[in-house]
């Protein structure tokens, strides 16, 4: 059990590429998979490790994010010391300084009572054991770990994702990034293992020679300094930071082998529950390979396509190769395909939408609920 470690989850991703659904709620509470949000895969990772101290570094618009995670329940995070808690102090972005955030909160990280820390993303999709991850690092005798997959789909996947250049014994030579030149890659999942005192030591350096304004770049640039070894993670991955990487992720999870490989019974994933009623087909419905969302009413047919809570799909609707979001409601003879609907769009009777399979169409949330609940 992971319970010598606490995790910083550090929302620092960039969000430019997916612009279309996060400008009213952050990538990490983005919906995924017909009910789970992008963070729930990273904080189920570390609850069935058994860490008992996350800190979640946002940004200071996070109403969405904090009204899922709320106490931390569902991940077993509800506790009266240590256990869930959100920082969104810093009028910064993270994705340009986290350091300033980080230092901010000193005592949080001098306080708490674990050993080991873990640094990492939220928009890394995988299911992955920390304890192995611990294990092996304390095993290596590495000051500080970084976890990786080796893929061999790099030009199609993993777009901007940072590459490691790893040496024969494992280390750590030099990072760059993947512009899809190349098939194969050992990409960098941005999880790094290591004591929480280096941490600490690190960011001091940070702030008292104003070199660094990111933490990953000072531990990039002390290659020579620390000894910096690698984990290869070898299970399902996908990393979330494009509107194109989230559709093809999406449609990925109707195939029942990736999902399996995705969602392990030893290893569940969890998320905030909702009280609804299962699903309701009327008659004259046909619904074919996909996943539908509790309280969901489906009049019209649904191909290739995930719906997510309460929406309500018309008489003579066809909905193919689509992500719906909750509370949506396509009109009587729509016909929709490679959409994405936000949450509560209300698509009027009758219209015809087509996205492409490679770039998919965006149906913005109404005006009137702009802001993320």
């Given at each position: 059990?992971?319970?010598?470690?606490?995790?910083?989850?550090?929302?620092?991703?960039?969000?430019?590429?997916?612009?279309?659904?996060?400008?009213?709620?952050?990538?990490?509470?983005?919906?995924?998979?017909?009910?789970?949000?992008?963070?729930?895969?990273?904080?189920?990772?570390?609850?069935?490790?058994?860490?008992?101290?996350?800190?979640?570094?946002?940004?200071?618009?996070?109403?969405?994010?904090?009204?899922?995670?709320?106490?931390?329940?569902?991940?077993?995070?509800?506790?009266?010391?240590e256990g869930i808690r959100v920082f969104n102090f810093s009028t910064l972005e993270p994705r340009i300084d986290d350091v300033f955030s980080f230092a901010n909160n000193i005592?949080?990280?001098?306080?708490?009572?674990?050993?080991?820390?873990?640094?990492?993303?939220?928009?890394?999709?995988?299911?992955?054991?920390?304890?192995?991850?611990?294990?092996?690092?304390k095993q290596s005798g590495n000051d500080i770990t970084i976890v990786y997959k080796h893929v061999d789909d790099a030009d199609d996947n993993f777009f901007l994702c940072e590459m490691l250049d790893i040496g024969e014994?494992?280390?750590?030579e030099g990072v760059g990034r993947n512009i899809g030149k190349e098939n194969e890659a050992d990409i960098c999942m941005e999880m790094y293992l290591m004591k929480k005192s280096l941490f600490v030591e690190i960011?001091?350096?940070?702030?008292?020679?104003?070199?660094?304004?990111?933490i990953k770049n000072a531990i990039y640039s002390m290659l020579d300094r620390y000894n910096v070894g690698t984990y290869e993670y070898k299970g399902y991955l996908r990393c979330i930071n494009s509107l194109q990487a989230y559709y093809k992720a999406s449609m990925e999870l109707l195939n029942p082998r990736v999902y399996k490989e995705l969602f392990l019974d030893e290893r569940p994933i969890y998320t905030k529950t909702t009280t609804e009623v299962p699903a309701k087909y009327l008659e004259g419905n046909m619904v074919?390979?996909?996943?539908?969302?509790?309280?969901?009413?489906?009049?019209?047919?649904?191909?290739?396509?995930?719906?997510?809570?309460?929406?309500?799909?018309?008489?003579?609707?066809?909905?193919?190769?689509?992500?719906?979001?909750?509370?949506?409601?396509?009109?009587?003879?729509?016909?929709?395909?490679?959409?994405?609907?936000?949450?509560?769009?209300?698509?009027?009777?009758?219209?015809?939408?087509?996205?492409?399979?490679?770039?998919?169409?965006?149906?913005?949330?109404?005006?009137?609920?702009?802001?993320?609940?």
């Open positions: 059990m992971l319970k010598k470690c606490m995790a910083v989850i550090n929302l620092d991703e960039n969000e430019d590429m997916i612009r279309e659904l996060t400008q009213n709620r952050l990538l990490a509470s983005v919906p995924i998979a017909g009910r789970y949000r992008i963070i729930d895969f990273v904080l189920s990772n570390l609850s069935n490790a058994g860490v008992e101290n996350v800190g979640i570094f946002s940004k200071m618009e996070c109403r969405s994010l904090t009204d899922h995670i709320g106490d931390g329940r569902p991940w077993d995070l509800n506790r009266r010391t005592e949080y990280f001098e306080r708490s009572a674990q050993d080991y820390l873990l640094l990492t993303s939220s928009y890394m999709i995988c299911n992955i054991d920390f304890n192995d991850v611990l294990n092996y690092h014994d494992g280390k750590i960011l001091a350096e940070c702030v008292t020679t104003g070199r660094f304004r990111k074919k390979n996909s996943i539908i969302g509790n309280g969901s009413l489906i009049k019209g047919t649904v191909r290739n396509s995930i719906l997510f809570r309460k929406v309500q799909v018309g008489a003579g609707a066809t909905v193919s190769n689509c992500i719906i979001f909750q509370g949506a409601v396509i009109g009587d003879g729509c016909k929709l395909t490679n959409i994405i609907a936000d949450k509560y769009v209300e698509i009027e009777p009758g219209k015809e939408l087509k996205g492409d399979k490679d770039m998919p169409f965006v149906v913005p949330k109404r005006r009137d609920l702009i802001k993320e609940v």
